[in-house]
């Protein structure tokens, strides 16, 4: 088997992993899981966008979350996990109030943001 079809295979295994799973909203009960359509077709008419992502340029859907966008303190709160904006770069610990994840990329640096603390940065490629 060649090496590029095994690292893909292994890349869509890991992703398919780091999918959301149902949280509850800070205010509103439950928020939805955003479900991620696997053809092209299914995302653009769900109203994803059909995008390469990451280094291996896996061709992916990337669904907006309904929370977008929304203040949080733990990923719990969020359909996606909580977040601070690209340009804070709080020390790991200091309490903070992030920002629900905008949609289903998992790719690019972001801090997450659990139990009112900034975890560790982390950049994803």
Do not use: Y
Not at 6 to 12: G, I, N, Q, T
Not at 38 to 56: D, K, M, N, V, Y
């Amino acid at each position: 088997m060649n090496f590029r079809i095994l690292a893909a295979a292994a890349a869509a295994l890991i992703l398919g992993a780091c999918m959301p799973n149902t949280a509850t909203g800070p205010d509103d009960g439950p928020a939805s899981p955003t479900t991620v359509p696997g053809t092209q077709a299914a995302c653009e008419t769900g109203g994803g966008i059909w995008r390469a992502e990451g280094r291996l340029g896996l061709m992916t859907c990337v669904m907006p979350h309904a929370d977008a966008g929304q203040p949080c303190t733990d990923s719990d709160q969020c359909a996606g996990d909580c977040r601070l904006g690209d340009d804070k770069r709080p020390a790991e610990g200091e309490p903070v109030t992030g920002i629900c994840q905008a949609n289903t990329s998992n790719f690019g640096c972001f801090t997450r943001v659990e139990d009112g603390r900034a975890a560790a940065t982390l950049c994803v490629d």
